[in-house]
T-cell receptor, first 114, second 109 residues
Framework: NAGVMQNPRHLVRRRGQEARLRCSPM?????VYWYRQLPEEGLKFMVY????????ESGMPKERFSAEFPKEGPSILRIQQVVRGDSAAYFC????????????FGQGTRLTVV | AQSVTQLDSQVPVFEEAPVELRCNYS??????LFWYVQYPNQGLQLLLK??????LVKGINGFEAEFNKSQTSFHLRKPSVHISDTAEYFC????????FGAGTRLTVK
């Protein structure tokens, strides 16, 4: 859905660099999800955030990965010291306050680690 | 916590044949159910959703799904597929948060 904006669409990083992925949810949406899709695999839940709160980060790797959704501005998924195995498509989805309805997805950021 | 199981990771089928993609969910409370489609190198699009009411839900592109509460299933069907239906299909369950299945890759030959 064009309303959820992810940038950049494509990101190339060398091993050891940091990757920052941004997601601007649809207007009025205060719930954000991040998913990772490895090549030839399905969606894997990473983290669920509301404004200024991490609700569920059970899908996040314990090291190098972090996420935030500040009061103002986009949600950020940060990957430190990237490795080749981090190469994947990262999708953001947003839902309105209260949940319970469909999620709207961004077009994704395709991270390539070289 | 709720979860979703898509029973088939890959489904190959010939053009104009019928297809069923299976989805089972688990939840201790009432949920909303969704099917999303992902075409190659694109994001996810909503195919159809069940919120309440009739258990047979019709979506875009001729797809439909039936909610079966007793079997906790929400299988997706299409009576006659086209080459253009080749894509990844994801089942999702939502209450206070949303969870997706691992996906089913439909390949129409």
């Amino acid at each position: 859905n064009a309303g959820v904006m992810q940038n950049p669409r494509h990101l190339v990083r060398r091993r050891g660099q940091e990757a920052r992925l941004r997601c601007s949810p649809m207007k009025g949406h205060s719930h954000v999800y991040w998913y990772r899709q490895l090549p030839e695999e399905g969606l894997k839940f990473m983290v669920y955030l509301q404004k200024e709160n991490i609700i569920d980060e059970s899908g996040m790797p314990k090291e190098r990965f972090s996420a935030e959704f500040p009061k103002e501005g986009p949600s950020i998924l940060r990957i430190q010291q990237v490795v080749r195995g981090d190469s994947a498509a990262y999708f953001c989805a947003s839902l309105p306050t209260g949940g319970g309805t469909e999620a709207f997805f961004g077009q994704g950021t395709r991270l390539t680690v070289v | 916590a709720q979860s979703v199981t898509q029973l088939d990771s890959q489904v190959p089928v010939f053009e104009e044949a019928p297809v069923e993609l299976r989805c089972n969910y688990s939840s201790s409370v009432s949920v909303y159910l969704f099917w999303y489609v992902q075409y190659p190198n694109q994001g996810l699009q909503l195919l159809l959703k069940y919120l309440s009411g009739s258990t047979l839900v019709k979506g875009i592109n001729g797809f439909e799904a039936e909610f079966n509460k007793s079997q906790t299933s929400f299988h997706l069907r299409k009576p006659s597929v086209h080459i253009s239906d080749t894509a990844e299909y994801f089942c999702a369950v939502s209450n206070n948060d949303m969870r997706f299945g691992a996906g089913t890759r439909l390949t129409v030959k």
